[in-house]
């Protein structure tokens, strides 16, 4: 698979929101967000949003409670999307208890545009969720951490994706809503380089796609992420 472009796909707008809702899983990329919304762009009313979907582990939504008290968010409801849940298990070795996770080397070469850590139009739901919210409290602005992977990937993180979902969310005819996904068009490296000059850290966040007390070191997320910080001579904080 070719590496993405390292230009920004949808590039930010020269004055910053006054406001906005980030989608915050507790993981690298959405952590990194949220420190870029707030420390960077400088948004000053932040709402962090994260879903329980049915992952195997709560791993990742006890490291956004902790990132977003760091960042000091003005409010960071977590939402338990039981229905979800009973709907969509069977559909990821993420959500499906019957499934193991996969090593990355295990995922084959064919596999890797759409891989078994896919879950189904789960992004989809959580934006439109996640729409509502910000609707319902006056804010226009949402950001979501995708990123395209340097090895493997998802369509629901892309640019293409992220125009579509606003030409839809364009026809509100009151107040629309505007998704931005500014780091859909970097490598993890980049995105990884930004949070350590944001100060973030990163040993309170969580990527492992298996849980456990150690990261696994082997999934596809913890091979992105150690391979990100080995480009950067840097040691991950949480020893992968």
């Known amino acids: 698979m070719s590496r993405p472009s390292e230009s920004p796909i949808h590039p ?3 004055e910053a929101p006054a406001s906005a809702v980030v ?3 507790g993981g690298l990329d959405s ?3 949220l420190f870029y919304v707030i420390r960077r762009l400088g ?3 932040v709402h962090a949003l994260s879903f329980d979907y049915g992952q195997k582990h709560a791993r990742e939504i006890g490291a956004a409670r902790f990132q977003a008290e760091t960042a000091g ?13 009973e709907l969509a298990a069977t559909g990821s070795v993420l959500t499906d208890p019957a499934r193991c996770v996969p090593a990355f080397s295990a995922v084959p070469e064919d596999q890797r545009r759409q891989p078994p850590t896919y879950v189904p139009n789960r992004n989809l739901i959580l934006l439109s969720l996640a729409a509502a919210y910000a609707e319902a409290h006056g804010i226009r602005d949402l950001y979501y951490g995708a990123q395209t992977q340097d090895e493997y990937g ?6 293409e994706f992220v125009d579509r979902v606003n030409a839809v969310l364009a026809l509100n005819r009151g107040a629309s809503i505007r998704v931005h996904a500014p780091f859909a068009g970097w490598r ?3 995105e990884l380089r930004l949070g350590l000059e944001l100060g973030i850290d990163y040993g309170r966040t969580w990527s492992c796609y298996r849980g456990g007390d150690r990261p696994c ?3 596809p997320a913890c091979v992105e992420r150690s391979g990100a910080f080995r480009e950067l001579g840097q040691t991950d904080p949480l020893g992968i």
Do not use: M, N, Q
């Open 217 to 219: 070191g082997e999934c």
């Open 73 to 85: 968010v003005e409010a960071h409801p977590v939402i338990d999307l039981g229905l979800f849940r």
């Open 43 to 45: 948004v000053r009313r």
């Open 12 to 14: 930010e707008p020269a």
């Open 31 to 33: 952590t990194t967000l």
């Open 23 to 25: 989608l915050l899983s």
């Open 154 to 159: 998802y369509w629901d993180c892309t640019g």
């Open 188 to 190: 993890k490296v980049r």
